[in-house]
């Protein structure tokens, strides 16, 4: 029988499809089972259509926003040699990592419901998505390569190499931080050409909103 999302003496079969995809043990994966919840909760979930993304392609949005805002905020302590939050920047980097490949997956299965654009605003959008794909993996590879120590976030966990991978470190040490950066300045024109649409009357924020 499948594992439940809570810990429980009698486990519980997965109720929706996305359960059964995200279906984990015990009470670890506290931000799966949130997902999860988020969306049983909504009884009138929003499928993505020609006029407003839905309940699930928001939720993708903003919680990674949300997230990415934490690594940037991050990424600047780190430049100023304070590394407190070195272990939950990389935490989040793996979290982050599942979270786009989702994302990814949602997006193909509803690629053609979901609004349109132009072909620039498309190249944009894929430009984001190769960078938000790019930026968490060049980290997980050279943290597997350094050769430290496993990289665990709920029921996941990211071995760590039998010794160190030169290639490995040598790849994140120059391509994460600038992919990185990279990423924030697409995402700040991103968010410049949203308010701009928007400012001329075409309503775009409500389509992240779901209003």
Known sequence: MPPSFQAASTPKQPETPLEQLLFVRGGKAVILRAFANHLNKDKNMKPDTFERYGSVSRFFHWSMALLFVFMYYSAVLFSQENFDLMPYHKATGLLLMLLILLRVVWMLANLKKRPHGSLVVK????????LMLAVPAVGLIRQYGAARHPLEIGPFTLPQAAEKIEWMS????????????????FAIGHVAMALVHQLKGEKLLQRMAGR
Do not use: E, R, S, T
Request: cysteine-free.
């Open 123 to 130: 190249l944009g959008h894929l430009a984001l998505y190769l």
């Open 170 to 185: 040598n790849l994140g040490n120059a391509a994460h931080g600038k992919l990185g950066w990279l990423l924030m300045a």
